[in-house]
């Protein structure tokens, strides 16, 4: 009860301050030297009410200054200053100028008269003025909510909780829940991942292997290629060496069958037939003629005489 009445008490402090600036009330704080040294600023002034048929010249009324004026001028919402003509055509007027300052650029109408100057406490209206500024009003905001936590600061507290509780619980709870699950999912993506990067890497590994064994084999028939290539040649070679000899043989007038390079083939069995037999001599071939024998074989002279 005494935290409540002390917190009421503080914002009706405020709001007093607040209205008094403005003018609402039956007092106001006295700002400015324009009225020194009748009025001293910082001062608090009660206002006297007055009917503005009494008022005469040289009065120090209380009046508000309309809006306009008050942008248009720069002047503050409430102003105390001395009557120096009262205007009755075309309707009941004041002109009123502070004792330190100019004459008013404007009328005062009866309606905006509040009262005239009654008795003033000194420094009672410097904190009134503080909050007449921005950075009191900001000030005063500030002081209440400090306040009211201070004052309630458990009872914020148990609030605290019970919000966090009702409201901000199931939600980080459920977040909570959302993360773990986005983690298990995070930890079975890395272990699909690893098991992928390693049967990756066996597969590299083999293709790496499988290529040693194909440049092996690729090199093997290479070789085989040219060795093809070469025993075409050497039988090439062979072929014309032995067309040459042939060619030879067939311009020195000895008929000599063809020699034909085959493939070894393996031999048929056949059975010993008696055949006519050529035996070369000094590059001549001599056929035996059936019912003719020698006893010896024939001389170099009767081989010469025989080719002429």
């Known amino acids: 009860m005494k935290r409540a009445i ?6 009706a402090a405020i709001i007093v301050a607040v209205l008094s600036v403005r003018g609402n009330l039956p007092f106001m704080p ?4 324009s009225m020194e040294p009748t009025l001293t600023s910082g001062s608090l002034l009660m206002i006297d009410p007055i009917d503005p048929q009494d ?25 105390s200053h001395r009557v120096i003509e009262i205007m009755t055509t075309p309707a009941l007027g ?20 509040r009262g005239t100057v009654g008795n003033q406490i000194p420094y009672l209206g410097l904190p009134l003025l503080f909050f007449q500024s921005t950075q009191g009003v900001i000030f005063a905001i500030i002081a209440l ?25 199931p939600v980080i709870n459920e977040e909570k829940r959302a993360n773990r699950i986005l983690s298990r999912q995070i930890e079975a993506t890395e272990k699909k991942m690893d098991s992928t990067e390693q049967a990756l890497e066996k597969f590299s590994l083999a293709v ?15 070789g085989l290629s040219d060795a093809s290539q070469e025993l075409k040649k050497g039988a090439a070679e062979q072929n014309r060496v032995l067309a040459a000899i042939i060619e030879n043989v067939a311009k020195s007038g000895v008929v000599q069958e063809p020699i034909i390079i085959q493939e070894a083939r393996p ?9 006519t037999v050529e035996k070369p001599f ?27």
């Open 145 to 169: 909510i400090l306040l009211a936590i201070f004052l309630y600061g458990v009872e914020l507290r148990r609030g605290g909780n019970w919000l966090h509780r009702g409201v901000f619980a």
């Open 94 to 113: 004041f002109r009123t100028k502070g004792d330190n300052t100019g004459e008013d650029p404007f009328t005062i109408s009866p309606n905006s008269i």
């Open 6 to 11: 002390g917190l009421i008490f503080a914002a």
């Open 267 to 275: 031999a048929p069995r056949v059975e010993k037939k008696e055949k």
């Open 30 to 33: 006295i700002y400015g030297s």
């Open 55 to 79: 008022i005469k010249v040289g009065d120090i009324i209380v009046y508000d200054v309309p809006s306009m004026v008050r942008e248009y001028y720069n002047y503050p919402p409430t102003v």
């Open 208 to 222: 790496a292997e499988y290529a040693k064994h194909l440049a092996s084999h690729t090199s093997a028939i290479q």
């Open 282 to 308: 000094h590059g001549a071939l001599l056929k035996a003629v059936p019912g003719c024998a020698r006893k010896h074989p024939p001389t170099p002279e009767e081989i010469v005489g025989q080719s002429h």
